[in-house]
């Protein structure tokens, strides 16, 4: 029994050791299949993570390669527009090389044809050379037999007594022509102006001297002319200009050689017909307002043009001037685009040459002030614009330049050239004054081709859009006496076969040059 006891205790602590292990053993099974799936899940997301990584990483490498390729392309672009540019360049280059070349082969036509020409006149002046030398050695004999001199000095005598009978018969000739143009001169002047009065009054009339002002009904034309006419006269008195009043339906004119009369009297006017009361005592204070209303359209102009060029300080009276130019114009040209152009390209020249680029646009904007002053003022206009710009603080520089921009007064610096140079260069470019491009080089061209086909003349300018010529001669041609002679046939062939507007100045150059080498 006891045996049994001790064996069944010993069974069971087999059996409790046994069911012991095993349970230790499952759970340490358990736990270990649980650390596998613990392990395969981090392997699992490890692989997701290094699959998602490689797959951002494709993604961003393809991004960045389609960067770099399209930078890539966009740089190809550019340099092929370059190339394209630069062949297009060289094309345009070809063709004006190509230009230049059948420009030059003219040019080598022309002078090969001047030269033959030379040449044929250098033969038919050796002739009548020889024909000379050969009277001239006649005379020196019968000189010799009469008077016993030597050949030598009877060749002095007659040269002597030929230059001085040259002398006298050219003076004598050249007194003559002067008294002539003189007694025809006031004559021929009239007929000028009458024949240019003529030709465009009617055209100058209806556009620069005249204003229409459309009425509501011809009941004010009535009210305008008031009882026994005592409204038209006293508008015609206040304003300063002729109200024509006539049939046509609708319309008055007002008519003035004086812009700016012009203007305020046609504000005035527009004014009363709006008020509807037309009288004496409204007319002048509606004059009053229009002239208030004037004073303050010129001075904003002045203004607006001294901004523009990029100066200041230009006293207000001075810039009413300045803005009235706007009325006013010359050759059909607006005097105050003209003012800015000329401003504009003083400035430049300035520039380009080192000088004060603000005092040289104030001097070009100032120039022709003196166009708008009241026609008592006497002088020139240049003249009367420096007289006024003195009066109100312009410095000493810009009323000379003023002055002198139409040789009024010689010029004495380099401002004075530079604004009378942009003042022509203003005036004479094609379309400036209604000249059409084709004529302007036109006229250019013939000017210069009658000026070079005198003898001695080596080279020549059209200068000013063709109203001042340069004519450059050969020294051993053409003698200092002789370049008086030549400028007035030059002049006198330019009158007979061209037609031009104003007058053309010709300036004969003869200068002696001296070269040589220091060794």
Do not use: W
């Not at 050249?174 to 003529?198: D, L, W």
């Not at 006497?378 to 009066?391: P, T």
């Amino acid at each position: 029994m006891t045996t049994t006891i001790i064996l069944a205790a010993v069974l069971s602590l087999v059996i409790g050791a046994a069911i012991g292990y095993v349970i230790r053993n499952a759970k340490a099974v358990s736990e270990l299949k649980e650390k596998n799936n613990q392990r395969d899940q981090i392997i699992a997301k490890a692989k997701e993570q290094a699959d998602k990584i490689k797959y951002n990483s494709r993604r961003e490498g393809k991004e960045i390669v389609k960067d770099l390729r399209e930078e890539f392309d966009k740089e190809v672009r550019k340099k092929e527009n370059k190339l394209e540019a630069k062949e297009k360049e060289f094309a345009t280059s070809q063709v004006r090389f190509e230009n230049k070349e059948k420009d030059l082969d003219k040019e080598k036509s022309r002078l090969a044809k001047r030269e033959e020409e030379i040449n044929s006149l250098k033969e038919n002046f050796s002739k009548e050379k020889e024909k000379f030398k050969e009277r001239q050695s006649e005379y020196a004999e019968k000189l010799t037999e009469v008077a016993k001199l030597t050949q030598q000095e009877a060749k002095n005598e007659l040269l002597a007594t030929m230059e001085d009978e040259a002398k006298v018969d050219f003076a004598r000739r050249y007194n003559q022509i002067e008294e002539e143009y003189r007694e025809n001169a006031e004559n021929e002047g009239k007929k000028v102006i009458s024949t240019a009065i003529q030709r465009f009054a009617g055209e100058y009339v209806a556009e620069k001297t005249i204003s229409a002002v459309d009425l509501p009904s011809d009941d004010v034309k009535g009210r305008l002319i008031g009882r026994e006419g005592r409204n038209i006269r006293a508008f015609e008195q206040i304003c300063g200009v002729d109200l024509i009043i006539d049939d046509t339906p609708g319309v008055v004119v007002i008519s003035s050689f004086n812009v700016i009369r012009k203007e305020i009297a046609k504000m005035t006017i527009e004014n009363l017909i709006q008020d509807g009361r037309i009288h004496p005592a409204r007319i002048a204070e509606y004059h009053d307002k229009a002239q208030k209303q004037m004073d303050k359209k010129v001075l904003d102009l002045g203004e607006k043009a001294q901004m523009e060029i990029g100066i200041h300080g230009i006293h207000p009276e001075v810039l009413k001037l300045v803005g009235a130019l706007n009325f006013r114009t010359s050759y059909t040209q607006n005097q105050l685009q003209h003012a800015l152009e000329a401003a504009m390209i003083c400035g430049s020249m300035a520039a380009e040459m080192g000088y004060n680029v603000k005092q040289a646009r104030r001097a070009g904007l100032l120039h022709d002030v003196g166009k708008v002053l009241d026609a008592s003022a006497e002088g020139s206009h240049a003249v009367i614009g420096a007289d006024f710009l003195k009066r109100y603080g312009e410095s000493a520089d810009i009323i000379h330049a003023v002055r002198a921009h139409h040789d009024d007064e010689k010029p004495q610096s380099v401002l004075a050239h530079l604004v009378a140079a942009s003042d022509a260069l203003s005036g004479a470019r094609p379309g400036a004054r209604k000249a059409m491009m084709e004529s302007y080089v036109s006229r250019l061209t013939d000017i210069e081709q009658i000026v070079n086909g005198f003898e001695g003349v080596s080279k020549s300018y059209a200068l000013s859009g063709g109203r001042e010529v340069r004519v450059f001669v050969e020294n051993d041609k053409v003698s200092d006496e002789e370049t008086i002679l030549l400028s007035r046939d030059i002049a006198k062939k330019i009158e007979s076969e061209m037609s031009y507007p104003g007058t053309i100045k010709i300036t004969v150059l003869r200068e002696t040059k001296a070269v040589d080498m220091a060794r």
